[in-house]
């Protein structure tokens, strides 16, 4: 129901929320879990989204990646379920669980809970390879810069905990704000002819209210989100530059895919971010299953 | 295989991190008992889950709030040598600022 109109000359959707990104989930169908000797799964409760990645012999199986609601427990259960769906198998089937992200503790299922940091690193080994250096991963509330060795093995880690600027959750507000698709907001921030300057504060309060400001100045809906994906890649880059870059470079967490924060992390920091055909949001969760695997691995040794 | 752990933030104030050195810390426990307002401690190496050492860290409640929390340690002016870096023998701590 179209039900009024904005100053851009554009619908507004009444009831649209415009930072609701889409849920989905996926399978391999060429793997047949029967014949798999270790089934494990990596649960990463984040605070805005929830992945289950379930992993036959170290290959990746299944997954889902949902909306983490206010209840983390369900929220765990829920992507563990959609990411079981029409494959035959029940989560009794599920050999060893790995829970880990900002909700870990809350993974009801899980044998063991992992920190979220040795997870991305071990997870973005596995899905850009073993010449990853530096992951940078881009969550919905707080942003890590993780250095690895070549097997995916933590050797220095900065977070930045206190504040969302720079985050997904930041990203969710000048969605709704601007009334742009989540999804479209990396690809319109490029649609300038020259850079903006940055909003100068990337809180995301402030530059909200800034970002007001430069919309009641005409600014075009483009140009104003270009300045603020400047100010987040400006912040982002700034905890990189304090751990110390080496290459090669991967982004992990769900901003990997806005191609605004991307395109502009290239141009400050002058690296080539590695590319790949997974996705990258679930490489925390990648990462849990695999270390499920190596402790049930460990475990039968034991036994 | 060690690695270095940085706890805590950078904020509009600036840059405040302890930075633990894992590749030298053995474990001891020595700074847990030194720092006054007890915001460390020892656990499993939470960023090696197949390691079965014990290693420092902040506790998490701390982390958010350590520019305060160090205060105490950090008069302005006649600085003395900060308990937690002078109990530690392998030399393991840092501070940021």
């Known amino acids: 129901m179209i039900t009024d109109r904005m100053g851009w000359g554009e619908k507004r959707v009444e009831g649209k929320e415009y930072w609701r990104w889409t849920e989905y989930n996926w ?3 060429d793997i047949d879990p029967k014949e798999a000797d270790t089934l494990t799964a990596g649960v990463d409760v ?3 989204s929830t992945q289950a990645v379930i992993m036959t012999d170290g290959k990746l ?3 889902a990646n949902m909306r983490t609601g206010f209840d983390s427990p369900d929220s765990a259960r829920k992507a563990m379920d959609w990411a079981l769906e029409n494959t035959g198998l029940t989560l009794d089937d599920i050999h060893y669980c790995v829970g880990t992200g900002y909700g870990r503790v809350n993974v009801p299922f899980a044998q063991r809970t992992i920190t979220e940091i040795a997870c991305h690193a071990r997870g973005a080994n596995y899905i850009y390879g073993p010449t990853v250096r530096t992951v940078l991963d881009m969550g919905g509330q707080d942003c890590k810069v993780i250095r690895c060795d070549e097997k995916g093995q933590v050797t220095a880690f900065l977070m930045n905990d206190k504040c969302a600027a720079g ?4 990203m969710e507000v000048f969605a709704d704000l601007l009334s742009v698709p989540i999804e479209e907001m990396g690809a319109m921030s490029l649609e300038v002819d020259e850079e903006p300057p940055m909003v100068s504060s990337t809180c995301v309060v402030f530059a909200k209210s800034e970002a007001v400001g430069l919309l009641r100045l005409g600014w075009p809906k483009a140009k104003v989100l270009a300045a603020y994906h400047a100010a987040m890649a400006h912040q982002v880059a700034n905890l990189l530059r304090r751990l110390g870059m080496e290459e090669d470079f991967a982004i992990t967490g769900g901003i990997s895919k806005n191609i605004g924060i991307v395109a502009r992390l290239k141009r400050e920091l002058d690296v080539e971010p590695l590319t790949t055909d997974y996705d990258p949001q679930i490489a925390g969760a990648i990462g849990a299953a695999l270390f499920a695997r190596a402790l049930l691995l460990r475990q039968r040794r034991a036994e | 295989m060690g690695y270095i752990a940085h706890y ?4 509009g104030s ?6 633990i050195d894992t590749e030298l810390c053995n474990g ?3 700074c847990v008992t030194a720092c ?3 915001l460390l401690q020892l656990v499993e190496d939470e960023y090696n889950p197949l390691s079965d050492e014990l290693k420092a860290s902040v506790k998490p409640e701390h982390r958010k709030t350590i520019k305060y929390d160090c205060g105490p340690c950090k008069p302005v002016t006649d600085r003395p040598p900060l308990p937690c870096v002078e109990a530690c023998k392998p030399g393991a701590i840092s501070h940021s600022w």
């Open chain 1, 27 to 29: 399978r391999n169908p």
């Open chain 1, 46 to 48: 984040g605070s805005v």
């Open chain 1, 61 to 63: 199986f299944a997954y």
């Open chain 1, 167 to 170: 985050t997904g959750r930041g």
């Open chain 2, 8 to 11: 805590g933030y950078t904020d």
């Open chain 2, 14 to 19: 600036g840059d405040w991190y302890i930075s």
């Open chain 2, 28 to 30: 001891c426990g020595e």
């Open chain 2, 36 to 38: 006054p307002v007890g």
